[in-house]
């Protein structure tokens, strides 16, 4: 048995031992600001689990190509100076892909806290879910409602800022939530339409999975959002 997981273990670092175990894939990730949806030159984006994947950063056109392990829930986390560190978990598959990601400015940040009517606590963290059809824009994804279970919110957006009097979605497609504490969280869809998670862990049809740190704000994105 000592000579069999020898054996594999050599044969692991040929990509030989385990199957497709250890086969990886290119993702491209495409970093806008979300106010202007504007590329974010610049912006470091690293795979930070699993461990061992590295880093990158963004070019001219806000664009960055990591290898990460195929069929893997994946945590990439973004920095720059200016921006509030982002956090972003993605469910990659067997071909390369191109993801779109948002950053936010500190201040920018802090003033979508107050606009929601909540003082920001400190080693908690805060999530933004952009839900998009087809087409690009928020429109198809209108009437859906978000639950997580933990820190404040749901604050669902109107005119690009949380406003706490709304119980659904616009045609902004935005929705976001304040004070959530570190760890695993679940987000459940209800409501006009159903979407795909893009960017956040697939937990099945109306549920995505996501990972928030102190001080970070955690992106998630749904896509071909349609009527049901």
């Known amino acids: 048995m000592k000579h069999a997981t ?14 497709d175990d250890a ?5 491209t990730v ?25 880093c990158g950063i963004t070019d001219a056109a806000g664009l960055v ?20 560190p982002g956090i972003f ?6 071909a390369p892909e191109e993801i779109e990601v948002d950053t936010v400015d500190p201040t920018l940040a802090q003033v979508l806290v107050i606009g929601a009517g909540v003082e920001a606590m400190p080693g908690t963290g805060q999530i933004l879910l952009l839900a998009r059809g087809p087409s690009g824009g928020g429109a198809e994804a209108e009437g859906m409602t978000f639950s997580l279970g933990a820190g404040d919110g749901p604050f ?24 959530v504490p570190p760890g695993e969280h679940t987000i459940t869809a209800e409501g006009a339409a159903t979407c795909v998670t893009r960017v956040g862990f697939d937990r099945g ?24």
């Not at 978990?89 to 067997?94: F, I, L, V």
């Open 23 to 27: 086969s990886t894939v290119a993702v």
């Open 6 to 19: 020898i054996l594999c273990a050599l044969l692991a670092l040929l990509g030989a031992c385990g199957g």
């Open 205 to 228: 049809a109306d549920r995505t999975g996501v990972r928030v740190e102190a001080d970070s704000l955690t992106f998630v994105r749904l896509v071909d959002c349609a009527p049901r």
């Open 65 to 84: 190509t990591l290898e990460v392990p195929a069929r893997t829930e994946v945590l990439f986390r973004s920095t720059r100076s200016d921006r509030v």
């Open 156 to 179: 669902y957006f109107g005119g690009s800022q949380p406003m706490p009097e709304l119980t659904a979605t616009t045609s902004d497609g935005a929705v976001a939530w304040a004070n």
């Open 89 to 94: 978990p993605y469910t990659s598959g067997d």
């Open 30 to 54: 495409y970093v806008t600001e979300v106010t202007s949806d504007e590329a974010d030159p610049g912006t470091e984006v690293c795979v930070i689990e699993p461990a061992g994947y590295g």
